[in-house]
T-cell receptor
Framework: AQKVTQAQTEISVVEKEDVTLDCVYETRDTTYYLFWYKQPPSGELVFLIR??????QNEISGRYSWNFQKSTSSFNFTITASQVVDSAVYFC???????????FGTGTRLTIIP | GAVVSQHPSWVICKSGTSVKIECRSLDFQATTMFWYRQFPKQSLMLMATSNEGSKATYEQGVEKDKFLINHASLTLSTLTVTSAHPEDSSFYIC??????????????FGSGTRLTVV
């Protein structure tokens, strides 16, 4: 069974601070995919990244970076120099190869204080 | 890129009436559609998975007679909440997987529908 845990329910940081959102997953498959989505107050889900289980390279996209560590089953997301527009709920998600279902974590509500 | 259009964005209906939510893939063929439900400050919970031309597969605990899902074409899936009650008030989001030509699109989400039953 697949499971995603986001232990941080809410985080508040002051603008320009760095913040890391944690994601821990469980799966029995050796082939799987991990995702991060952003959900602003308007509700739509904004795709941020997809990573497959064979690619452990960390990724950086502007102020966003992701740290994938299979040894600890974690896929953490860091925002550098946070901005007010980063305020949203962030979801980590997992899908197993051959299983189309996408399992979401419970989300982390991030508030950036101006 | 892949776009999924979901309508309406919000709807208010009276208790006992039915509401239909549409989800369209605009530039690709959606072989699989997913319907999620999200209560305030909670995560997305998968309600059902539908493949074009076949019956939807519902998750445990989801009433198939209450939440009717139709996926009659490769670009359109509908979710009908029948005899809606206030406890059905929620945010409903669709997601589509499919492709166009040689390009495969993963999970593309609609913008969601906020349903309020009064």
């Amino acid at each position: 069974a697949q499971k995603v845990t986001q232990a941080q329910t809410e985080i508040s940081v002051v603008e320009k601070e760095d913040v890391t959102l944690d994601c821990v997953y469980e799966t029995r498959d050796t082939t799987y995919y991990l995702f991060w989505y952003k959900q602003p107050p308007s509700g739509e889900l904004v795709f941020l990244i997809r990573r497959n289980s064979f690619d452990e390279q960390n990724e950086i996209s502007g102020r966003y970076s992701w740290n994938f560590q299979k040894s600890t089953s974690s896929f953490n997301f860091t925002i550098t120099a946070s901005q007010v527009v980063d305020s949203a709920v962030y979801f980590c998600a997992l899908s197993e190869f051959g299983n189309e279902k996408l399992t979401f974590g419970t989300g982390t509500r991030l508030t950036i204080i101006p | 890129g892949a776009v999924v259009s979901q309508h309406p964005s919000w709807v208010i209906c009276k208790s006992g009436t039915s509401v239909k939510i549409e989800c369209r893939s605009l530039d690709f063929q959606a072989t699989t559609m997913f319907w999620y439900r999200q209560f305030p400050k909670q995560s997305l919970m998968l309600m059902a998975t539908s493949n074009e031309g076949s019956k939807a597969t519902y998750e445990q605990g989801v009433e198939k007679d209450k939440f009717l899902i139709n996926h009659a074409s490769l670009t359109l899936s509908t979710l009908t909440v029948t005899s809606a009650h206030p406890e059905d008030s929620s945010f409903y989001i669709c997601s589509a997987r499919g492709g166009q030509g040689a390009v495969f699109y993963g999970y593309t989400f609609g913008s969601g529908t906020r349903l309020t039953v009064v």
